[in-house]
């Protein structure tokens, strides 16, 4: 697929200096320094001022401030080039994506009394469809998906191969589920009765809302009696795993490696950033940050709107204050030798 870059200033709304031909084109996207005169390119920090320079992309995609005097190359001017990027990458690719292969394959087993418009819903190779199950219209099922009886699955929804989906589970709207993630299995819960470790029950089911995208090979565990909840545009990246009873809030951001404990909550717009780990039945208030490998044993404030509040280290405190302690331990040599120094001048005599 090809277009023109006139029409990508059009659909942009967006001037264009060093303007080509009305009928340049470009068919690729790539980074100012890769890019070759067909690629597509943006521009969005000083440190990349000399590849921008130097770039030989078709056109490059700036912020609208920019004051620079760049000659050799189209200039896109936009308020937010690397969304922008985004929005053309959307219009070039979007056939890369899972394919709408209208229809239940041939392979795929279906249970009883399952809802299923097969004219608007694509079910892949191999996917076991569990009976009572709702599948929206749009959505894709990919190869190999297992999903459980009574499952409520949203419009527009992508499970790419190998999910599983287990019993009573609830997903909206325009949901992407990644390769190998698995919804709604049991929880971690073992009660020790004095010579052996009992398991839990666990009846309850996992909601997740809206607009949300979980990584592959992500486990999101049911309640042991209630839901566990993912809110509405929230984004989980690979390797997560969510305990039961988990509530986590609107539009969070959960990087790769991070482990919830049972029947924590997590307030809305809160990002954690890789390999946090927190305890169980705590709560991290909205708009909080939590740096890389952070370890939470006591709940957090959060921070407010536009000002959210930073956390680090195990165990978890203020980042400005941690941080701070981070530095004490490198001092210890320098304090030992000073300390040695006054010993010295004291056993002499000379203090």
Do not use: W
Not at 6 to 18: H, Q
Not at 24 to 43: K, M, V, Y
Not at 187 to 193: A, K, L, N, S, T
Not at 297 to 306: F, R
Request: net charge negative; glycine share 12%.
């Amino acid at each position: 697929m090809q277009i023109k870059i006139s029409e990508i200033a059009s659909k942009l709304g967006a001037d264009v200096i060093n303007a080509p031909s009305e009928e340049a084109f470009i068919n690729g996207l790539a980074a100012l320094a890769e890019a070759g005169p067909q690629d597509l390119s943006f521009f969005h920090h000083e440190k990349y001022l000399n590849d921008l320079r130097t770039t030989e992309a078709g056109a490059v995609l700036v912020p609208e401030g920019l004051n620079e005097v760049i000659e050799q190359v189209p200039l896109i001017k936009v308020k937010s080039p690397s969304l922008a990027f985004n929005e053309i990458a959307k219009e070039l690719y979007e056939s890369d994506g899972e394919q709408k292969n209208l229809g239940v394959h041939e392979t795929a087993v279906i249970g009883d009394d399952v809802k299923i418009d097969s004219n608007f819903v694509s079910i892949g190779p191999h996917v076991v469809v569990g009976s009572g199950t709702k599948i929206g219209k749009g959505s894709v099922i990919s190869a190999g998906v297992r999903i459980g009886s009574e499952v409520n699955i949203g419009e527009d929804c992508t499970l790419f191969p190998n999910v599983v989906v287990y019993n009573n589970s609830m997903i909206s709207n325009r949901v992407i589920i990644h390769g190998g993630s698995v919804i709604g299995s049991d929880g971690f819960g073992y009660e020790f009765d004095g010579s052996t470790h009992q398991k839990i029950v666990h009846f309850g089911h996992v909601e997740i809302g809206s607009d949300v995208e979980i990584g592959a090979n992500c486990t999101i565990d049911r309640g042991r009696f209630g839901k566990t909840l993912i809110g509405e545009g929230t984004k989980i990246d690979n390797l997560c795993q969510v305990g039961h009873n988990v509530i986590i809030g609107k539009h969070c951001i959960i990087v790769a490696d991070t482990a919830i404990g049972g029947s924590s909550k997590i307030g809305d717009y809160v990002t954690m950033a890789a390999q946090v780990g927190i305890a169980g039945h705590l709560e991290v208030g909205a708009h909080s940050v939590l740096v890389a490998r952070t370890g939470v044993t006591k709940s957090l404030p959060g921070g407010e709107p536009g000002k959210p509040a930073f956390y680090s280290s195990f165990p978890a405190g203020p980042h400005e204050v941690k941080r701070k302690e981070m530095v004490y331990p490198r001092k210890i040599p320098k304090v030992l030798s000073r300390l040695k120094s006054i010993e010295d001048r004291l056993s002499e005599g000379g203090i």
